[in-house]
């Protein structure tokens, strides 16, 4: 039985360790990460198998099998991952003239892609293609906010963004895609209306971030990366952007050693990284979220892929 000295002591413990744990608790979870892998390709083009084993400089890279692989394997070491495309998946090989596109979105579906954009050679079957590949084959959602469709066999087939949960994290991601008129045949590109990019770009960034409460804003961009003269690109659009954390683009086959990064209009850092065509590199960014210092790129590995990386 306990002497009053040695209840009134215990109490006192007990008390403080009411007081104190929660608060050391909320520290922990207050400085330890979150983190999220974020993969990703573009411009992928039919290549459903590797290269040959001819000589040539990509011989045995790419695939679908040695990027599932590869993927799978990620998703095993992290507990957090997105898969994401960028656009144009359709043309380039036989099995796209034979199949129109097919074997492409079952193959994505098989590898629980979470979202992908439009781009231009999406509609090299036309749009009533396109839009039965996706009603029947995909069980993900094609992501476009500059594109109305109204009046299209396209229309109320793709969405504008789509928040993507993991763990604690909202993701908010959206698309955009390039100018269709004199780079699509009007009868293919039908009665699709253009919209500005980087107007309806941060109208969604807007949306995610105000109203939806999203952790991070990635757009899916198939504007291409930078040009000579003043045309839409990635690069324009960071430098003329709020709220939008990530650019992962395509359309121009561009190789990025490393993702770039610009300053938004507001003076904030965002991210532009592309990973060239045909499914040949996969895009691999690792990004940290504390209460403490917010979000950050905690590390990046353009992935070759091949055989021997997938397997």
């Known amino acids: 039985m306990l002497n009053r000295k040695q209840f009134i002591k215990r109490g006192v413990s007990a008390a403080r360790a009411m007081i104190i744990g929660p608060t050391v608790m909320e520290a922990a979870d207050y400085f330890s990460p979150l983190r999220l892998t974020i993969l990703h390709t573009n411009d992928t083009h039919s290549r459903m198998d590797p290269f040959p084993m001819d000589g040539g400089r990509n011989q045995g890279l790419g695939g679908v099998a040695a990027r599932a692989q590869l993927i799978e394997k990620i998703r095993q070491e992290e507990e957090h991952v997105l898969l994401l495309d960028a656009g144009d998946i359709f043309q380039g090989t036989p099995y796209f ?27 090299d079957a036309g749009m009533e293609n396109l839009a039965t590949q996706l009603t029947r084959h995909a069980n993900f959602p ?8 109204a009046g299209t066999p396209m229309e109320q087939k793709t969405q504008p963004y789509k928040i993507l949960k993991k763990g604690k994290l909202r993701i908010g991601v959206f698309g955009v895609s390039i100018e269709g008129r004199g780079l699509i045949p009007d009868n293919l590109f039908g009665a699709t209306k253009y919209l500005d ?6 109208e969604a960034a807007n949306k995610l971030k105000k109203d939806e409460y999203c952790d991070m804003i990635i757009c899916l961009s198939h504007l291409g990366y930078q040009y000579k003269d003043n045309k839409v690109s990635d690069e324009i659009l960071a430098k003329e952007s709020e709220n939008i954390d990530l650019i992962i683009g395509g359309h121009t086959h561009t190789f990025f050693d490393s993702p770039v990064t610009y300053k938004n209009r507001k003076g904030d850092d965002i991210i532009v990284n592309q990973v060239g065509w045909a499914g040949i590199v996969l895009g691999r960014l690792d990004f940290e979220f504390t209460k403490f210092s917010g979000k950050k790129l905690a590390g990046n590995h353009n992935i070759s892929v091949s055989q021997k990386t997938g397997g």
């Not at 079952?106 to 231009?120: E, F, H, L, S």
Request: glycine share 4%; net charge negative.
């Open 142 to 149: 094609m992501l476009v906010t500059n594109y109305d469709f």
């Open 197 to 202: 990019p980087v107007q309806k770009a941060n």
């Open 97 to 123: 003239n034979l199949y129109k596109g097919e074997p492409e979105i079952k193959a994505m579906a098989a590898m629980n892609y979470d979202a992908c954009t439009i781009g231009n050679h999406d509609f």
